[in-house]
């Protein structure tokens, strides 16, 4: 299972570097439930021994990085800051910093669960010329394939990144669909309980779109008025929930179901937990034959 949570969950996102404990401890407890005892600490038995399956993790950057990047005017790839120059490169530096003193905290806080989590970057794997992006996805598919195989939970994050001529940012949302050919089930955790044909923060009314079938090229079957609304921060380089959205769907047109909910609810716990009903509230996007 491929799970990302994003930052506005993780962190308190206008607040620079701020770290949302309550749905962080919700996060890890929640994981440490789900993951095969493979994962567990003190655990030696085969995962495939047990029911629970595997888990990849990635995490948005939120409050630590979106500031740092939005001060040095970083882009979201796939674009990038046109010029190779100091500022751009203090830029990259410094927003990898802040982010990855996110990952370590919440590797520590799943190890403190007892999950073995290590922390991944995918900054360094082979972006810097423009026609590499596949080897990089190669890269990475297969340094988390062989984390996995060694009884480690990888925890990824969005990252600056080395990128054409200069940097840019590459989103957790990106690298949830450069890897989601490892997992047979892609779960997305955001602020809002799914996809809403308006906004729910405008409209009490909206309504959370329970299902939204896609043919394998990415169109939408039905016709569905979709509204991509999560909270919004003016300094979000990466895109929202617009970009979590194409990635989605893109994931599901090639074959793989995903699911968005919302971090710290029961729906969330139990579509984590494999359990599927009337009561779970959440979007659930899939390829239609």
Known sequence: ???????????????????????????????????????????THDCALHEKPAVILVHGAGSFGHHTAKEFHMKGYPHNNSELNSNTM???????????????????????????????????????????FHEHQSWLIDIIRETLGAGLVPVLHGDACLYGS???????????????????????????????????????AARCIPSIPVDSEGNLVSSHVIQATESSHSHDVTGGLKTKLAAAIAIAASGRPV????????SAQQVLRGEVGEDVRCTRIFRQE
């Open 1 to 43: 299972m491929l799970i990302k949570i994003g930052g506005s969950s993780v962190t308190v996102k206008d607040q620079k570097e701020t770290f949302n404990e309550t749905i962080v401890k919700w996060f890890t407890e929640t994981i440490a439930d789900v993951v095969s005892p493979f994962y567990r600490i003190g655990d």
């Open 90 to 132: 203090e830029g990259l530096a410094q927003t990898r910093f802040s982010v990855q003193k996110l990952n370590q905290r919440i590797v520590a806080e799943l190890l403190a669960v007892g999950v073995k989590a290590v922390g991944i970057s995918p900054c360094f794997g082979g972006l810097r010329n423009l026609d590499q």
């Open 166 to 204: 200069s940097a840019a940012i590459l989103s957790g949302d990106t690298l949830v669909e450069m890897c989601s050919s490892l997992a047979n089930q892609i779960v997305f955790l955001t602020d809002v309980d799914g996809v809403f044909q308006s906004d729910p923060k405008t409209n009490p």
């Open 259 to 266: 699911t968005i909910a919302k971090s710290g609810s029961m």
